[in-house]
C-alpha cells in the first residue's frame, strides 16, 4: 500500500485550492510586515517637522487641599527697561509706576527688578490666591541663611526659651496675622489720612472689600500688580469704602530687598521693613513650600537698639529701627534685637520631629534653609501667617496654629550678629495727633 504522505503523480501535477486558512495566514503576514515597516520608518527616516498628532501631556497639578479652593494661575514675568526703584522713608509718599513700556523676558536669570505680573485682575486674585514670590532674588529674605553663630547666641537663646514656657511657637492665622490684598490699574485710589503726627498720609490704591486685620495693630497690606509696589499700614481704619486713616503708612517696592537701608526709618512693623515679608502665604502651603525667611516675633525682644547692617551681601541685621522699649527686662545682651537672624540647626531632623504632619514639615524646612528674621516684640513666641478673612477658602486642613510647636528656642541658633545701633534718644509710643473726626483713636502702641 502506498504511503498517504507521498501521494500519486496525478496529486502532484495537479493545481493546490487556495484554502480558507491559508488566505488568513497570508493576511497575517502581509500586515506584520507593514507595522514592521511604518516601526522602522518612524524609528529612523521620519522627516524633522512630524510630529506626534496627540497634544503634548501637561504636568499634573497636586490634588487641592482644600475643598473648593480656587486654582492659582501661573504667573507671567516682565521686566522694565528702566525700572524705577524708590526707597522707603519715614516721609511716605505717592508712587507713580515707570512710564517705560515693559518687554517680555525669559522667567531665567531675571534681573532683581524683575516684575510679576499676573494673569487675572486684581478683582479675581482677592477672591483667590497670588503664587508669585516678594522681593529680589538677593534679598535676605530670600537666600538661604548661612554663616556661623554668634558668639551670645546660646545667652540669646535661653532668653527665647524662658518666654516659652514650653508651648514652642504658635501661628497667628487670623487675629494679629497679615491680610494682602491686590490691586492694579484700574483699582480706585484714595487717600489714607493720617491719625498721627509721624507721617502726612498716604495715596495708593484701595480695592473693593479691603479691610485691616482685628488686632490691635490693625496690619494690612496691598499689593499693586501693576506698579509693582507694596502699600503697608499700621493702625488702619475704615470708616467707609473711601475713606481710611492709619497711624503709619509706607511703600516698598515689590522687587526690592524689602527692608529699608537707613536708619531709624519707620513703617508698618516695627522693626522699620516691609510688612509683608516673612509671612506665610496660602499658596505657599498649598504647595508645600516656602523659600523664603519667616517673620518672628517674642515678647523680650530687645527694645533699645536694632540690628541693622545693610552692606551688599549681608544675610542678617535687616532692622532700621527698634521698638523704643526702654523697660530694663528688654534691654540687656541676652536680649535678641529686632532684624536678628536665627536658623534652625542642621542637626534638627525635620522629618523625624513633624512626623506626618505636611505643615510642620514645610516649615521646618523654610527654617533650616532660610531661617528667621526678629521683625517685632509680640505676647508669645509666634510667626504670622496671611490672614483669609474674606477669602474663598480657609486655612483649615492647611494651616494649624500649632503647627510649629514641634521646634523648641534650643533647635535654633544665633547668626553673627553686626554691631547693633543704639537711638539717638528716647522715645515713647505713638505722638499726640489731631486725627479727622471720623477716624477714631490710634492705636496705643
Same mark, same amino acid.
Given at each position: ?44 527616516? =521620519? ?9 503634548? =501631556?501637561?504636568?499634573?497639578?497636586? @490634588? ?7 486654582? &492659582?494661575?501661573?504667573? !507671567?514675568?516682565?521686566?522694565?527697561? +528702566? ?15 515707570? +512710564? ?23 478683582? +479675581? ?31 540669646? /537663646? ?31 485710589? /484714595? ?9 502726612? $498720609? ?36 475704615? @470708616? ?34 516691609? &510688612? ?65 537672624? &536665627? ?25 533650616? !534653609? ?34 510649629? =510647636?514641634?521646634?523648641?528656642a534650643q533647635d535654633f541658633e544665633v547668626l553673627a550678629l553686626p554691631t547693633l545701633t543704639m537711638p539717638p534718644e528716647p522715645s515713647g509710643g505713638a505722638p499726640e495727633s489731631d486725627p479727622p ?7 496705643? $502702641?
Amino acid at each position: 500500500m502506498a504511503d498517504d504522505r507521498t501521494g500519486s503523480a496525478e496529486q502532484a501535477t495537479r493545481p493546490r485550492r487556495l484554502t480558507f486558512g491559508a488566505l488568513s495566514n497570508a493576511l497575517v503576514l502581509a500586515t506584520s510586515l507593514l507595522v514592521a515597516a511604518t516601526v522602522l520608518w518612524y524609528g529612523f527616516a =521620519r522627516p524633522a517637522g512630524i510630529v506626534n498628532d496627540l497634544p503634548p =501631556r501637561t504636568a499634573a497639578r497636586p @490634588a487641592e487641599r482644600v475643598s473648593g479652593e480656587v486654582a &492659582l494661575p501661573e504667573p !507671567t514675568l516682565q521686566i522694565a527697561n +528702566e525700572p524705577t526703584t524708590i526707597q522707603p522713608s519715614a516721609e511716605a509718599t505717592a508712587f507713580s509706576p515707570p +512710564e517705560t513700556a515693559a518687554q517680555p523676558a525669559t522667567p531665567t536669570d531675571l534681573p532683581d527688578t524683575a516684575v510679576i505680573v499676573s494673569p487675572l485682575s486684581a478683582e +479675581e486674585l482677592n477672591a483667590s490666591f497670588y503664587d508669585a514670590p516678594l522681593f529680589a532674588a538677593t534679598s535676605p529674605w530670600n537666600r538661604p541663611a548661612e554663616g556661623e553663630a554668634d558668639r551670645r547666641s546660646d545667652q540669646m /537663646i535661653d532668653n527665647l526659651a524662658a518666654t516659652m514656657e514650653g508651648r514652642g511657637f504658635s501661628i497667628n492665622l487670623d487675629r494679629y496675622a497679615i491680610p494682602i490684598f491686590y490691586a492694579d490699574a484700574a483699582t480706585p485710589r /484714595i487717600t489714607v489720612a493720617p491719625s498721627t503726627t509721624w507721617w502726612p $498720609g498716604l495715596d495708593g490704591p484701595m480695592p473693593d472689600g479691603a479691610r485691616p486685620d482685628p488686632g490691635d495693630d490693625r496690619h494690612f497690606v496691598v499689593w499693586d500688580l501693576s506698579a509693582g509696589r507694596l502699600y503697608e499700614f499700621w493702625g488702619a481704619v475704615r @470708616a467707609s469704602a473711601n475713606r481710611w486713616c492709619g497711624g503709619y503708612g509706607v511703600t516698598f517696592d515689590a522687587a526690592g530687598p524689602g527692608f529699608q537701608s537707613g536708619e531709624w526709618h519707620g513703617s508698618a512693623r516695627a522693626y522699620g521693613g516691609s &510688612l509683608a515679608a516673612g509671612a506665610i502665604r496660602y499658596a505657599e502651603m498649598a504647595r508645600g513650600r516656602i523659600d523664603h525667611a519667616l517673620a518672628m516675633a517674642y515678647p523680650a525682644a530687645r527694645g533699645d537698639a536694632f540690628a541693622g547692617s545693610h552692606e551688599p551681601g549681608d544675610l542678617f541685621g535687616i532692622a532700621s529701627h527698634s521698638g523704643n522699649d526702654l523697660r530694663p527686662a528688654v534691654t540687656t545682651e541676652s536680649n535678641i534685637p529686632l532684624g536678628a537672624r &536665627l536658623r534652625l540647626k542642621r542637626s534638627v531632623n525635620v522629618a523625624q520631629r513633624c512626623g506626618d504632619n505636611p505643615a510642620c514639615q514645610t516649615i521646618g524646612q523654610a527654617l533650616q !534653609t532660610y531661617g528667621m528674621f526678629v521683625v517685632d516684640a509680640a505676647g508669645a513666641p509666634v510667626f504670622y501667617a496671611e490672614n483669609l478673612a474674606g477669602r474663598s477658602a480657609s486655612w483649615d486642613g492647611v494651616l494649624n496654629g500649632k503647627d510649629a =510647636r514641634a521646634f523648641a528656642a534650643q533647635d535654633f541658633e544665633v547668626l553673627a550678629l553686626p554691631t547693633l545701633t543704639m537711638p539717638p534718644e528716647p522715645s515713647g509710643g505713638a505722638p499726640e495727633s489731631d486725627p479727622p473726626p471720623w477716624c477714631g483713636e490710634p492705636p496705643s $502702641g
